[in-house]
Each structure stands twice: as structure tokens, then as C-alpha cells.
């Protein structure tokens, strides 16, 4: 079968391009060589935003983008994605107050908020937000930006694809491809070492941190584009506060860093700017990328945050195109897509940068590139379509939610919120005629065998990490134990029934 569109690389850049190609009708191969969004996809700080400090660096046009898709996604997806407020303490040695006010109301009126509500002025010695910071922060204001659980849009749009006949193949490496006849013909290999050869039309390169080692060692190009890899760090420490809402606080170096309210029992921290050499898929945070995030946000809490409030950390790394910036925080977040087609043969396109806001948008660029390869392909659809599990208003997630309890009432509230937020509306296909707990099979922690069964049906999941950090972050909760049997469950089943996790 020749296709029309191979991608290489299942994170989101290349599932948001497979899920808009697909509803095209255009026939689309992607091949993930490990699990879908197991490099950069999952390791963000796992926001929807604009960039607030993107304006500093005049970048306007991405900006305005991010802060318009923020609704579009918002609306697309809202079980995984919803509002936050953050809290921008005054720092007085820092950018003066006017400066602040006036990115602020760039930022809410760029790019035509609707649904968000805007920035407004806080009092931090009345407000519930200054109890924890120090009693020298007395003003602040508050903005609008949203959450998302990043490794689930990848899988979600992945879904998506499918579902509209694309080829979803994870553990899944591309070894070689070659231009022959007017097309290329790719050769793949599989986790269990079967070699296949794929031909496709047009090539696209979204291997993320790995997209300038595919243009050397698959495709051969001897002067591949150049990619910066800047790795971001996280830690997540004890919670810090009881409240729901966000802070970000300017730095004396000119960085900004967040704490977000995460998993119930935790607060995030993030995120460093750092270079990186070596390999891209196994990033670690340092001790001086430690010992910055601590001193940063201890500089604003009453409380010093400390070494032994870590819980976890991670780090992934951002490939943004090489644009010779002196500084990592400086390189633009903007993406860059580049097309090498030599006069009469097949094309390629090259993914460089890019971010999880603008990930749609991106996917339409790239496909408005190569529009003249699939003269057949249909306009763009999917400004106003919804993920799987996302087909409700944005303002009814509580409704739901309170619908669910009572519907599961044989779940503890708790676990029916957490899968409400994790499937929507998908929730009924896992639960479906279950009256009781046991009729969903044995439990692990809070999963269950009918849990853990339709994601190995649905969401190209084969051991225990792809639940344990990729679908959820689980991890952070369940015991040494839970996890132990959780880990021999999958491999037991997976070595009875492979080809149950292989959808597409």
C-alpha cells in the first residue's frame, strides 16, 4: 500500500499533523520508535499558555497564536484542559509595576480572549493567595492561562487519527529512508524485531530533539539544519499551599518560575533553561538545576522550600531551531518548518521547535506547505472538533463530574473524578454496566483490570510506565507494592496477548 504521508515521531507535533492529515482523507503512516509522547511531550510544565514572557522578547506573532489556540484547545478538550489563575507577586527590584500592567493587558487582549476571565489587581495582605509568601510581596495581579495533561492531548490526537484511518505503529524505529521514483520507501523495524518497508509520497521529520539525527543517520543529509537542545527541569515537592491557584515569580536572572498546585498532594516547580549536549532522550535534572528552583521559589514563600520536600523530578528536552541566541532562554519558541525537495524528487518536511499551545497550528502550517503533494485533501476541519471524551461545554466539567459520582457510586468519589479527567465522557465505555467494584476485575491501587484492558485496546499501551507516568502519573501515588503488581499484571498479559495493545 503506498501512502500519502509518513510521519516520524509520536509526539505532539506529529499526532496533532497525523489527527488534521487524517481528517483530510489523506493517507497517514506515523511511526514512534517508543512510546507515544515518552520525550518532550511529557515532560512540559504542562500548561496551555501564551508566553507571557515571550513579549519581552518581541515575539508577538506566536504570542497572539498561543493565546488564541488557548481557547480552541480549551474547548476541544475540556476534561485534560482547564483554567488557571496565576498570581504575579510585585517583586520591587524587578520590572516596575507599569511594565507589568501593560504586558498583562497585551496579554488579554492579543488574542481575543472570550471564555478566560481577564487580569485584575491583588491585594496580597487581604487576599488568600499572601498568606504563604513573605509579608515583603504586598501587590500582585492575577491572569488567566490553562492546564493540560500533556501526555494524554498526544494520545488523545493519536486517537483522533485513527479513528480517521491513520496508522498509529508505536515501538516502532524507522531505520532508513531512501527517495525512489517520485515517493520515498522507508524501512521500519519493530520492538519485536520484524522489518517492514513503508512507501510514502511525502516524508515529515518530527522526531523532536531527534530531528536533526534522523536527517544525518536515516535520510543521509550530510549538512543537516541544526537543532538547540534547551532542557527544562521540574521537581515536585510536598504541597506548598491549600488554595487552587498558580503563582509565577520573576527571578533576578530575568527567568520566571511556576508553582502549580499538581496531583492533589503536590506542587509543582519549573522550569530551568539550561543547554544540553548528549543524548536527547535521557535528560536529568543537576544539582545546580535543583538548588536554582529551590532558592527561586524560596524567595517568595515563608516557608523555605527544601531538599526533602522533593517528591520527584523530570526533566525533557525543548529541540528549538538554532538561531544563534547567546542565551537558552532567549532562543525563540517559535517553529520553523523547512522543506528539502531536490528539483523532481520526493519531499520532505522538517519539524524544528514548536510547542503543545500551538501544536494545531502548527499541524495546519505544515500540511498548508505541502498542499500541492495531496491536491485531493479536503479544507481544514478541526478548529471546532472535539478529542474523544471532550464532547461537552467547557463550563459543565463539574456537572459531569457530580453526574459520575452517583452513577459510579460503588467507586470512591475521588477515583471517579480522576478518570472523569482523564476520559470525559469515555468514562462510560470503561465502566459501562458495572454495578458493583468488582465486577471491573482486580484492582491496582485505583486501576482497575477493566481500566488498564481499554488502554491496552485504545491507547498503544504495553507495560506498566505507559500507565504509571504517560497516560497518568499514577505513579506519584500508588505504593512500591501496587506498582510491583501493576508491572507483573502488564508483562504477564502482554506476553499472552501482544497483539491486543497494537491498535492500527
Given at each position: 500500500?503506498?501512502?500519502?504521508?509518513?510521519?516520524?515521531g509520536?509526539?505532539?507535533?506529529?499526532?496533532?499533523i497525523?489527527?488534521?492529515?487524517?481528517?483530510?482523507?489523506?493517507?497517514?503512516?506515523?511511526?514512534?520508535?517508543?512510546?507515544?509522547?515518552?520525550?518532550?511531550?511529557s515532560?512540559?510544565t504542562?500548561?496551555?499558555?501564551?508566553?507571557?514572557?515571550?513579549?519581552?522578547?518581541?515575539?508577538?506573532?506566536?504570542v497572539?497564536?498561543?493565546?488564541?489556540?488557548?481557547?480552541?484547545?480549551?474547548?476541544?478538550?475540556?476534561h485534560?484542559?482547564?483554567?488557571?489563575?496565576?498570581?504575579?507577586?510585585?517583586?520591587?527590584?524587578l520590572?516596575?509595576?507599569?511594565?507589568?500592567?501593560?504586558?498583562?493587558?497585551?496579554?488579554?487582549?492579543?488574542?481575543?480572549?472570550?471564555?478566560?476571565?481577564?487580569?485584575?489587581?491583588?491585594?496580597?495582605?487581604?487576599?488568600?493567595?499572601?498568606t504563604?509568601?513573605?509579608?515583603?510581596?504586598?501587590?500582585?495581579?492575577?491572569?488567566?492561562?490553562?492546564?493540560?495533561?500533556?501526555?494524554?492531548?498526544v494520545?488523545?490526537?493519536?486517537?483522533?487519527?485513527?479513528?480517521?484511518?491513520a496508522?498509529?505503529?508505536?515501538?516502532?524505529?524507522?531505520?532508513?529512508?531512501?527517495?525512489?521514483?517520485?515517493?520515498?520507501?522507508?524501512?521500519?523495524?519493530?520492538?519485536?524485531?520484524?522489518?517492514?518497508?513503508?512507501?510514502?509520497?511525502?516524508?515529515?521529520n518530527?522526531?523532536?530533539?531527534?530531528?536533526?539525527e534522523?536527517?544525518?543517520?536515516?535520510?543521509?543529509?550530510?549538512?543537516?539544519?541544526?537543532?538547540?537542545?534547551?532542557?527544562?527541569?521540574?521537581?515536585?515537592?510536598?504541597?506548598?499551599?491549600?488554595?487552587?491557584?498558580?503563582?509565577?515569580?520573576?527571578?533576578?536572572?530575568?527567568?520566571?518560575?511556576?508553582?502549580?498546585?499538581?496531583?492533589?498532594?503536590?506542587?509543582?516547580?519549573?522550569?530551568?533553561?539550561?543547554?544540553?549536549?548528549?543524548?536527547?532522550?535521557k535528560p536529568?535534572?543537576?544539582?545546580?538545576?535543583?538548588?536554582y528552583?529551590?532558592?527561586?521559589?524560596?524567595?517568595?514563600?515563608?516557608?523555605?522550600?527544601?531538599?526533602?520536600?522533593?517528591?520527584?523530578?523530570?526533566?525533557?528536552?525543548?529541540?528549538?531551531?538554532?538561531?544563534?541566541?547567546?542565551?537558552?532562554?532567549?532562543?525563540?519558541?517559535?517553529?520553523?518548518?523547512?522543506?528539502?525537495?531536490?528539483?523532481g524528487?520526493?519531499?520532505?518536511?522538517?519539524?524544528?521547535?514548536?510547542?503543545?499551545?500551538?501544536?494545531?497550528?502548527?499541524?495546519?502550517?505544515?500540511?498548508?506547505k505541502?498542499?500541492?503533494?495531496?491536491?485531493?485533501?479536503?479544507?481544514?476541519?478541526n478548529?471546532?472538533?472535539?478529542?474523544?471524551?471532550?464532547?461537552?461545554?467547557?463550563?459543565?466539567?463539574?456537572?459531569?463530574?457530580?453526574?459520575?459520582?452517583?452513577?459510579?457510586?460503588?467507586?470512591?468519589?475521588?477515583?471517579?473524578?480522576?478518570?472523569?479527567?482523564?476520559?470525559?465522557?469515555?468514562?462510560?465505555?470503561?465502566?459501562?454496566?458495572?454495578?458493583?467494584?468488582?465486577?471491573?476485575?482486580?484492582?491496582?491501587?485505583?486501576?482497575s483490570?477493566?481500566?488498564?484492558?481499554?488502554?491496552?485496546?485504545?491507547?498503544?499501551?504495553?507495560?506498566?510506565?505507559?500507565?504509571?507516568?504517560r497516560?497518568?502519573?499514577?505513579?506519584?501515588?500508588?505504593?512500591?507494592?501496587?506498582?510491583?503488581?501493576?508491572?507483573?499484571?502488564?508483562?504477564?498479559?502482554?506476553?499472552?496477548?501482544?497483539?491486543?495493545?497494537?491498535?492500527?
Open positions: 500500500m503506498m501512502y500519502d504521508l509518513f510521519i516520524i509520536g509526539g505532539i507535533n506529529g499526532c496533532s497525523a489527527r488534521d492529515a487524517a481528517g483530510r482523507g489523506i493517507k497517514v503512516f506515523l511511526a514512534e520508535m517508543n512510546d507515544l509522547a515518552s520525550g518532550t511531550s515532560a512540559s504542562k500548561l496551555i499558555h501564551g508566553g507571557l514572557r515571550y513579549l519581552e522578547h518581541y515575539e508577538f506573532r506566536l497572539r497564536e498561543a493565546l488564541i489556540e488557548r481557547e480552541v484547545l480549551l474547548k476541544s478538550a475540556p485534560i484542559i482547564w483554567p488557571l489563575r496565576f498570581i504575579l507577586p510585585h517583586h520591587q527590584g520590572r516596575p509595576r507599569w511594565l507589568i500592567r501593560l504586558g498583562l493587558f497585551m496579554y488579554d487582549h492579543l488574542g481575543g480572549r472570550k471564555i478566560l476571565p481577564p487580569t485584575r489587581s491583588v491585594d496580597l495582605t487581604t487576599d488568600v493567595t499572601g504563604s509568601l513573605k509579608q515583603e510581596f504586598t501587590k500582585a495581579f492575577e491572569y488567566s492561562d490553562c492546564w493540560v495533561e500533556d501526555s494524554r492531548f494520545v488523545l490526537n493519536a486517537r483522533d487519527a485513527a479513528k480517521r484511518g496508522v498509529i505503529r508505536t515501538r516502532t524505529k524507522v531505520q532508513s529512508a531512501r527517495r525512489i521514483d517520485g515517493g520515498w520507501s522507508v524501512d521500519i523495524v519493530g520492538d519485536d524485531g520484524t522489518m517492514e518497508t513503508i512507501e510514502t509520497k511525502v516524508l515529515l518530527s522526531a523532536g530533539p531527534w530531528v536533526s534522523v536527517l544525518s543517520t536515516v535520510i543521509g543529509r550530510n549538512d543537516p539544519d541544526k537543532i538547540r537542545m534547551v532542557k527544562g527541569s521540574h521537581l515536585v515537592v510536598d504541597k506548598l499551599y491549600d488554595h487552587d491557584r498558580c503563582y509565577i515569580f520573576q527571578n533576578a536572572d530575568g527567568r520566571i518560575c511556576f508553582a502549580i498546585p499538581y496531583e492533589n498532594d503536590f506542587t509543582l516547580i519549573g522550569t530551568t533553561d539550561e543547554d544540553h549536549k548528549g543524548d536527547p532522550g536529568k535534572i543537576t544539582e545546580a538545576e535543583t538548588t528552583l529551590l532558592a527561586a521559589v524560596s524567595e517568595y514563600f515563608k516557608k523555605p522550600v527544601t531538599r526533602n520536600m522533593v517528591r520527584w523530578s523530570y526533566s525533557g528536552i525543548r529541540p528549538l531551531y538554532d538561531d544563534g541566541a547567546s542565551k537558552a532562554q532567549e532562543a525563540t519558541r517559535d517553529y520553523v518548518l523547512k522543506v528539502d525537495q531536490p528539483e524528487q520526493a519531499p520532505l518536511l522538517s519539524v524544528f521547535g514548536g510547542k503543545i499551545t500551538t501544536s494545531r497550528k502548527l499541524a495546519e502550517h505544515a500540511l498548508e505541502l498542499a500541492v503533494f495531496f491536491p485531493n485533501a479536503t479544507a481544514p476541519w478548529r471546532n472538533a472535539q478529542l474523544p471524551g471532550g464532547d461537552f461545554a467547557v463550563g459543565d466539567v463539574a456537572k459531569h463530574i457530580e453526574a459520575k459520582k452517583k452513577a459510579y457510586s460503588f467507586l470512591k468519589p475521588a477515583n471517579v473524578v480522576r478518570m472523569f479527567k482523564a476520559y470525559g465522557t469515555e468514562i462510560d465505555k470503561i465502566l459501562g454496566e458495572a454495578r458493583f467494584a468488582s465486577d471491573l476485575g482486580k484492582f491496582f491501587g485505583p486501576v483490570e477493566r481500566e488498564i484492558e481499554f488502554l491496552r485496546a485504545n491507547e498503544w499501551v504495553t507495560c506498566a510506565d505507559d500507565i504509571l507516568w497516560r497518568s502519573k499514577l505513579g506519584l501515588h500508588m505504593s512500591a507494592e501496587e506498582q510491583s503488581a501493576l508491572q507483573d499484571y502488564m508483562s504477564d498479559n502482554v506476553a499472552k496477548n501482544p497483539k491486543k495493545s497494537a491498535k492500527k
